[in-house]
């Protein structure tokens, strides 16, 4: 009787989660007709329905890797559903099919197209022009000059595309044409960085595991069986235009050029992939594309990739990589791939504890729910602060699993794509994705998987001054809002995204926030300071003198992908001086100032930008009390506009804080507000860039709004795997990466901020998250935080001094300050007392 009541709570929990139904019932009293009707059924005819779909086993222990696991009780329906791996060059996805799984392969230098010089050296006098003209009021004319003569022509191909490796096929057989699968489970183990998956056929448990070894730079594949010869399958690769070789019984190699689809000679990297089989008993055989196993005990597949980006020869690389580890075990390949990956993955530690049960399901919290049902309930008003828990550590999985020291930088669509023509090619777009992906590197603890991103803004100087001179006349180096494998610099595009020269500001800000975070000397001196130096060169010499105001300005520019009514009315994206680029200026040349202080050196340079920022226009604040996006009040065509550029002080800088700037801070919220009522944080088309408005809320101390747009991000913008959706109802075979890593970022600061000159506890505290604890969250001066706090209220923190800086700590209106040792811990209670 236990058992058919179990049975009948998980059926009717499922109608309540289940779309189909919640949309056609439009009473509570239809829905419980469909209880009684379900509960007659039962008791009628004896109806075995499973209870185990919903794990109701109220002895059940606690499962401690609960906000650590991603799992499902069946394979992925689409490719946007499967569950990611990687090593931060090397990347696969797998769906978890039982008859057919497919393994999606990526590997990070794989691009078309080759180094192209689109730098128009008459875009000079466009430039000079359309800044007369936008002084003058003629916004419409100076964006048609913009749009015709500055960038490159628009039918021309100028940034490249990150292409898909291709799919590994597993067909496999069970010798029986009714296959019967029980128990299926499929999941991702974040503390281990493992996919896999296991069910019952015929009595016997098959299994399935996947990860990407950043120690031995290899994909393995395994899959086992309980019984005996009971693993046959064909393994079958697909990729088009590919060469597709079974060379060996045990090899199968892939090759060829990643050209665009329908031109041989439009260039890019020669690839290679080699997958061998490794078997347990039972017999491989050649296949077409591919190769078999009959009867087999178990089968290890060993994939390794590589290509000529760097130079080097892919097939002589790839037989070198499966040489290397030849001789090593599974097992040892496993758990130094484990070791390696939590060496990173275990620096934090966050818990969400659900302090009030959800009345539909008991033990909602204890991992008993799969993920896409965990989701789902979340959008029915089920609370589970656990799953931002897991949200959290998803995105730290994800930059891990895709930006380590010495890969390509986290592009566009989070280097996970299955197509060999994705939308927007895949690119780095440098107007707000990319660094949106590398928001979580320094406050999660994850610092040395930031310099990716380092390293593509440094690789963009040698093009980057091309550029500059030719098109601006001007020092330094310069790249506009999207860039490639071969490090693009000149303008592409329409003016409204286009025509937006801050790449280098804003990544040498990065880099510059690396050192706050760290106090890397070395690293600042040798590879940061070099690189602000050259983008505050560039700055100094693209300032104009506005002769309405009298100040320097910047422009022609946009405030990214927004657009305006011009005085005349007509809808126009370039002006002079959005506040975006001034933030950025500001924020670099202030940068750059103090790091000739830490390094002493160049005086003169450091003058001279004290002087420009002595002249810089200030950020504007409307009649509204809104702050203005651009210098002029403008009217916006979009006020629900996905970008929220303008706010970018609030997201990044110090720039506006509540105790600095008090004004700037008020009008940073009210011009959030008026973006959010009017739909921006849950545009229907793009949605990504939530990120750009939980993030700000977070800044602006508003918890509880950050907490929404978290929520709305979580439960009616993602995957079942946790992805953020990208272009809903358009195409669904991208997943909008920026959004999971930004908002990973705000998750963290809303427990902790250390932007201010200070390090402040609980600063944005959503009351539905008001119990929990962090471990090893990191701050700027060099310093790791603890917290406990239960009711919305500090229970305890500890300050970890790595560098041995004195250190501030605020906690509502109280400050206390402390001198550190290097090393050393610094505990402290609810009130601020040491401990």
């Known amino acids: 009787m236990r058992k058919l009541f179990c049975t009948i709570i998980a059926v009717l929990w499922e109608a309540a989660l289940c779309r189909d139904y919640t949309r056609k019932i439009a009473t509570q009293g239809r829905f419980l007709q469909i209880g009684f009707v379900t509960l007659a059924i039962a008791i009628c005819f004896g109806h075995s329905l499973s209870a185990d779909r919903f794990k109701l086993n109220q002895n059940a222990k606690p499962d401690p890797k609960a906000d650590l696991m991603l799992w499902y009780e069946e394979p992925a329906g689409e490719w946007v559903e499967s569950l990611p791996i990687g090593n931060g060059r090397l990347l696969a996805t797998n769906q978890g099919g039982v008859r057919h799984e497919i393994i999606q392969l990526n590997e990070d230098t794989i691009w078309s197209g080759k180094i192209v010089d689109w730098n128009r050296e008459e875009a000079y006098e466009a430039l000079q022009e359309s800044r007369r003209l936008i002084f003058e009021g003629e916004y419409a004319k100076a964006q048609k000059l913009v749009n015709e003569d500055f960038s490159k022509p628009h039918h021309a191909h100028g940034v490249q595309t990150y292409q898909t490796l291709g799919d590994l096929h597993l067909y496999l057989e069970y010798g029986d044409k009714t296959l019967h699968a029980t128990d299926y489970r499929r999941e991702l183990d974040l503390d281990e960085a493992i996919s896999s998956v296991s069910y019952k056929v015929d009595g016997a448990t098959y299994t399935r595991e996947l990860f990407s070894s950043a120690v031995d730079q290899a994909i393995v594949v395994r899959l086992s069986c309980d019984q005996p010869g009971k693993i046959s399958f064909d393994a079958v690769f697909s990729r088009p235009e590919a060469k597709v070789e079974a060379v060996a019984k045990d090899l199968l190699v892939i090759s060829g050029t990643a050209t665009d689809r329908g031109n041989p000679n439009s260039g890019g990297v020669s690839y290679e992939s080699q997958i061998q089989l490794k078997a347990t008993g039972g017999k491989l055989t050649k296949v077409a594309s591919g190769l078999g196993v009959k009867e087999a005990d178990e089968v290890e597949l060993r994939i390794v990739v590589a290509t000529d980006y760097h130079g080097d020869n892919p097939s002589r690389v790839c037989k070198q990589q499966l040489k290397a580890i030849k001789g090593k075990s599974h097992d040892a390949i496993r ?35 799969p993920t896409d049902q965990r989701i789902e309930a979340l959008r029915q008003g089920v609370p589970d602060p656990g799953l931002f828990s897991l949200y959290f550590q998803f995105g730290r999985y994800l930059l891990i699993s895709s930006s380590r020291p010495g890969t390509q930088a986290v592009n566009l669509w989070g280097k996970w794509i299955n197509t060999i023509d994705p939308w ?15 928001w979580p590197a320094q406050v999660g603890n994850l610092a040395e998987c930031h310099t990716p991103f380092f390293d593509l803004i440094d690789e963009l100087r040698p093009q980057g001054r091309v550029t500059a001179q030719k098109v601006y006349k001007a020092r330094g180096f310069v790249a506009h809002h999207a ?127 004290e002087g420009l920022l002595a002249r810089l226009q200030p950020l504007q604040i409307g009649e509204d009390g809104r702050l203005m996006e651009w210098s002029l009040p403008f009217k916006e065509t979009e006020p629900e506009h996905k970008h929220v550029a303008h706010l970018w002080a609030m997201c990044e800088s110090s720039l506006i804080t509540p105790q600095d700037t008090p004004e700037l801070f008020e009008a940073s919220l009210k011009s959030l507000d008026f973006r959010v009522e009017h739909g921006s944080d849950k545009t229907p088309v793009f949605r990504g860039n939530t990120g750009w ?97 239960a009711k919305g209220k500090l229970v305890s923190a500890t300050i970890h001094s790595k560098n041995g800086n004195p250190c501030r700590v605020k906690l509502g209106d109280r400050i206390v300050e402390f001198d550190t040792d290097a090393g050393k811990s610094y505990a402290f209670d609810a009130n601020l007392n040491r401990k």
Request: aromatic share 12%; charged share 25%.
């Open 424 to 438: 927007f090619n895949a690119d780095y777009h440098t107007n707000i994705n990319i660094q949106m992906n590398y």
């Open 483 to 609: 860039t490639d494998a071969w490090r693009y610099t000149a303008p592409v595009g329409r003016a409204t995204h286009g025509m937006w020269v801050m790449t280098p500001a804003w990544g040498a800000y990065h880099m510059w926030l690396h050192y706050l975070y760290t106090e890397d000397r070395d690293y600042l001196s040798k590879k940061t300071y070099p690189v602000m130096k050259e983008a505050a060169e560039f700055i100094a010499d693209y300032l104009v003198v506005d002769p309405r105001t009298g100040n320097l300005t910047t422009g022609p520019s946009t405030s990214p992908e927004n657009s305006f009514i011009a005085p005349n009315g007509d809808k126009c994206s370039i002006s002079m001086g959005p506040s975006m680029d001034l933030q950025l200026v500001e924020a670099l040349f202030k940068a750059c100032i103090e790091a000739s202080e830490v390094l002493g050196k160049d005086a003169d340079f450091r003058e001279e930008l």
């Open 693 to 789: 408005i939980a993030q700000a809320y977070a800044r602006l101390l508003e918890g509880d709004k950050a907490y929404d747009v978290l929520e709305y991000l979580i439960a009616d913008s993602s995957y079942s795997n946790l992805f953020a959706t990208s272009v809903q109802g358009l195409r669904r075979e991208m997943w909008e990466t920026d959004a999971n890593l930004g908002c990973t970022a705000t998750i963290a600061e809303l427990f902790m901020q250390s932007y201010a000159g200070y390090i402040e506890l609980l600063p944005a505290l959503p009351e539905a998250l008001n119990t929990g604890s962090v471990k090893g969250l990191s701050a700027q001066g060099g310093f790791d935080v603890d917290l406990e706090w």
């Open 335 to 369: 758990d130094d791939h484990i070791k390696e990956h939590q060496r990173l993955f275990r620096r934090v530690e966050l818990k969400l504890p659900l302090t009030k049960k959800p009345r539909r399901l008991a033990n909602f919290r204890h991992g008993f729910v």
